[in-house]
Structure formats: structure tokens, C-alpha cells
């Protein structure tokens, strides 16, 4: 890669939307589970407080993670 490409990249993330964080840190499985094995997730907060949300019996992953970004108040689009 020559200067001008490298400068032109560094440009380049400097310029570029801020990536949304994440909020969902981790999704706690269990191996021996029926379904997708989902068992609850773990969140994080704005002030980076932790909260878990275990999983309802019928709930589906996707559930889970959009029941969580609706109790922690998150806005816009799906969580990670």
C-alpha cells in the first residue's frame, strides 16, 4: 500500500459514523437445551450497569434480545 492509499484510509475512518455500541455482551447457552438453547442474555446498560434476562418458557432468541432493548430503554435499530 502506497502513502496516498494509507492516508486516504486513515481519512476515511476518521470521517465514517460512530458504530453503534453494543449492548447485548453475551447470549448464555446450554448445550443439552431443546431449540436454539438460548438461555438468557446479558446486557449492559448506558451506565454500564449489567442486567440478565432469562429466557420464557415459548420465547424465542430474537424475543429475548428485543424484550431486553425494550426493558433497557434502547432506541433505534435491533440489538446486537
Not at 502513502?3 to 443439552?32: C, F, G, K, M, S
Request: glycine fraction near 8%.
Amino acid at each position: 500500500m502506497n502513502a496516498y492509499e494509507n492516508r486516504v484510509q486513515r481519512l476515511e475512518a476518521t470521517i465514517r459514523p460512530a458504530a453503534e455500541p453494543i449492548h447485548i455482551l453475551r447470549v448464555i447457552i446450554d448445550p443439552t437445551a431443546p431449540g436454539d438453547q438460548v438461555l438468557e442474555v446479558l446486557a449492559r446498560g448506558e451506565n454500564g450497569s449489567l442486567a440478565a434476562f432469562v429466557r420464557e418458557v415459548g420465547e424465542s432468541k430474537e424475543a429475548l434480545c428485543e424484550r431486553a432493548r425494550l426493558e433497557m430503554g434502547w432506541c433505534g435499530g435491533a440489538s446486537r
